[in-house]
T-cell receptor
Framework: SQTIHQWPATLVQPVGSPLSLECTVEGTSNPNLYWYRQAAGRGLQLLFY??????ISSEVPQNLSASRPQDRQFILSSKKLLLSDSGFYLC?????????????FGPGTRLTVT | GNSVTQMEGPVTLSEEAFLTINCTYT??????LFWYVQYPGEGLQLLLKATKADDKGSNKGFEATYRKETTSFHLEKGSVQVSDSAVYFCALSDRAVLTFGGGTRLMVKP
């Protein structure tokens, strides 16, 4: 069966510090991968998605970036964090099955920028 | 573009009450529709899905019917439990990207 891991689970970082969040998927090949952000009490914002190694689509211009160095690894980074980067970061994966893409989410990383 | 509109919460119900959470969508083409549930501090879990008009998705006592004529996918449950307290998200899929509604918080009191 497929599983998705995210780490760290929680993170407290000062303004201006760098960020690296990691997501890995097991049990599937060539998945689509996604990064979302959820601000406190609000909905989901798609940040990046990737259909293959080195292929990244950015949905929202900001000081975050994403990379996919391996088929099942997706990394979210920032060189300098802002207070507004605080939130709950969710990674997700999907594959096409029967013409349908279902997305499955990881447990999330709660980031607090102080 | 695609969009999903959900009723604003919170929705507060007593245990064993009937639940409806409204969801309407705007899309080009023929999207698939989903309901996801998020328990406090966790990621989203797929609750149910429907891929074409008149399909009914169901899981754990929850149901939703894909209504193309009204562009709706309302979530229902006949008798809610305290453990159903969570945030519920309606979403549509246009190929590989999901468009989410804003989420509806459900609180069930004993």
């Amino acid at each position: 069966s497929q599983t998705i891991h995210q780490w760290p689970a929680t993170l407290v970082q000062p303004v201006g510090s760098p960020l690296s969040l990691e997501c890995t998927v097991e049990g599937t090949s060539n998945p689509n991968l996604y990064w979302y952000r959820q601000a406190a009490g609000r909905g989901l914002q798609l940040l990046f998605y990737s259909v293959g190694i080195g292929q990244i689509s950015s949905e929202v211009p900001q000081n975050l970036s994403a990379s996919r160095p391996q088929d099942r690894q997706f990394i979210l980074s920032s060189k300098k964090l802002l207070l507004s980067d605080s939130g709950f970061y969710l990674c997700a994966w999907s594959v096409r099955a029967g013409g349908l893409y279902e997305q499955y989410f990881g447990p999330g990383t709660r980031l607090t920028v102080t | 573009g695609n969009s999903v509109t959900q009723m604003e919460g919170p929705v507060t119900l007593s245990e064993e009450a009937f639940l409806t959470i409204n969801c309407t969508y705007t899309a080009t083409g023929y999207p698939s529709l989903f309901w996801y549930v998020q328990y406090p501090g966790e990621g989203l879990q797929l609750l149910l899905k429907a891929t074409k008009a008149d399909d009914k998705g169901s899981n754990k006592g929850f149901e939703a019917t894909y209504r193309k004529e009204t562009t709706s996918f309302h979530l229902e449950k006949g008798s809610v439990q305290v453990s159903d307290s969570a945030v519920y998200f309606c979403a549509l899929s246009d190929r590989a990207v999901l468009t989410f509604g804003g989420g509806t918080r459900l609180m069930v009191k004993p």
